[in-house]
């Protein structure tokens, strides 16, 4: 079977959005339309944001800490460290990509845009803004992003286990999935 992407080039570029930043982003540019594979990526990943109009999917890849933008001829991942971990990394996104392409007849293509991620200041409002450093971080915010990142879990909040701050557990959760 013929792969959806043969060849690719791979350019390193600094990440417009953050002039100066210790991080890179690399573009993989492919010569065919890769849009028709975005709802089976939707259907399959975990943390997308599809939009089926613009032929614009973000996958946030937690396990790996990376974003990747797919477009019709382009995916962009960062951060990036170096060219040699682009490298891997772009290979593996495009692996990922063709075998998901390849068990296409056996999934249900999902054309539905999902919630992104909760953000930082979503969190942080329902967080007790003690900054009590009980969890093992230095503040609230600390803690937010540890869990957008998966690294802390809400019960390591003893605030949030306590019956004033039940109704914020439970909104917690609901954002957080």
Known sequence: MERLIEQFDMEMVSPECTPGAPWWSARILVEDDISPVMP????ELDQTNYNHNAKTLLWDNRDKGIRCAFRSKEI??????????AN???QNVVDL??????????I??????????PSIVQLIKLLPGTNCKDCGYATCMAFAAGLIKKEVELTQCDYLLKEDYSDNYSRLLELLG
Do not use: F, H, M
Request: proline content about 11%.
């Open 108 to 117: 249900s293509p999902d054309y539905e845009g999902k919630a992104p991620p």
């Open 40 to 43: 089976y990526l939707n259907a």
């Open 88 to 90: 891997e990394i772009c």
């Open 76 to 85: 962009a991942v960062a951060p990036i460290s170096d060219r040699e971990t």
């Open 97 to 106: 990509l063709c075998d998901i392409w390849s068990r296409r007849d056996q």
